[in-house]
């Protein structure tokens, strides 16, 4: 049997109620309702994630693999934290994904098999409403109603992840990721409208295959998301991206095309109890011109305290 050496992969991570944690561990990929939904000062956000993803998830197209399929358990964790900065609604938030996956390909015309078990890379985010969100303390919260809001954001991925520099395909990317990012939302009674858009630029890695240099061009994304809310509090959503760019050049080499690719996805939430909720998604590839095919399923649970 000989080792595949699998490619970055991320999970999804889920928000409470009435926020976003972290989705689809993809650098360019994301799939995030309520990144910038309003929530009160003060709160932590416990979060723990299980995903499983299938299909072609290779994202770099200089790879001489063909037939690429990929069944991955993806377990994570995570914690977040909003407060007040200048009156405004900040967070910071932190999520690390385990993953275990078995895949098969066809490299070079041959039939080969894989597995690999590890820590993928951290993801950090920080992000702040600099409109229509208040830093509103829990009891004033509660007679808050949101109307439309404008946040940036700052998204990191941060190399933890499962490497090895002989091996083309990796959990991890080793390299630094980085996603500034704005975002705007608009309340319409039960319904929650959203858009965001952002641009990931990569640091290189200068340990591909032992010795070569790998240079990526930045992914510009754009993500939208409408949400219904019941009287319940349990709501569902449709979730919709598009991503392009990304040109790999390996020792000042041409090594692949743009990528030009889109995900689409639905979003279930209900609430436990007054500080626990469970989330649901799924999302699939609409479209691709490379990669990045596959589908994926998630269950998240989040606890929240203050």
């Excluded at 770099?60 to 690429?68: A, G, K, Q, R, T």
């Excluded at 039960?190 to 990526?216: C, I, M, P, R």
Aim: aromatic content about 16%; overall charge positive; hydrophobic content about 40%.
């Amino acid at each position: 049997m000989v080792l595949l050496n699998f490619t970055s992969i991320r999970i999804t991570k889920f928000s409470i109620i009435t926020l976003f944690f972290i989705s689809n561990w993809s650098m360019s990929q994301d799939l995030e309702p309520r990144a910038y939904a309003n929530v009160p000062k003060g709160a932590n956000i416990m979060v723990g994630s299980y995903g499983f993803l299938k299909g072609n998830v290779v994202t770099e197209p200089s790879l001489p693999i063909e037939d690429f399929i990929i069944s991955s358990n993806n377990f994570g964790v995570g914690y977040m934290r909003s407060f007040g900065l200048a009156n405004k609604l900040a967070r910071i938030q932190v999520a690390l994904p385990y993953v275990i996956m078995d895949g098969k390909a066809t490299v070079k015309g041959e039939k080969i098999t894989g597995n690999r078990t590890g820590f993928g890379d951290m993801r950090i985010r920080f992000g702040i409403n600099l409109f229509g969100s208040p830093a509103l303390a829990r009891k004033d919260f509660a007679q808050y109603q949101q109307k439309t809001l404008f946040g940036v954001s700052l998204v990191m991925s941060v190399p933890t992840g499962l490497y090895y520099a002989d091996k083309r395909i990796n959990i991890g990317a080793n390299r630094w990721g980085f996603k500034p990012e704005v975002g705007i939302s608009k309340r319409f009674k039960h319904v929650y409208a959203e858009f965001y858009s952002g641009v990931w630029f990569y640091t290189q890695n200068d340990e591909f295959l032992e010795n070569k240099l790998l240079k990526q061009d930045p992914v510009l994304s754009f993500q939208g998301h409408a949400s219904y809310y019941f009287k319940n509090q349990i709501w569902v959503g449709i979730n919709i991206n598009w991503f392009s760019g990304g040109k790999t050049v390996v020792d000042d080499l041409p090594a692949g095309s743009v990528i030009n690719s889109s995900r689409i996805g639905a979003t279930w939430s209900m609430p436990l109890s007054k500080s626990q909720s469970v989330k649901l998604q799924f999302n699939t590839g609409t479209f691709k011109d490379i990669g990045l095919n596959y589908d994926s399923i998630s269950l998240g649970y989040q606890y929240v305290f203050f």
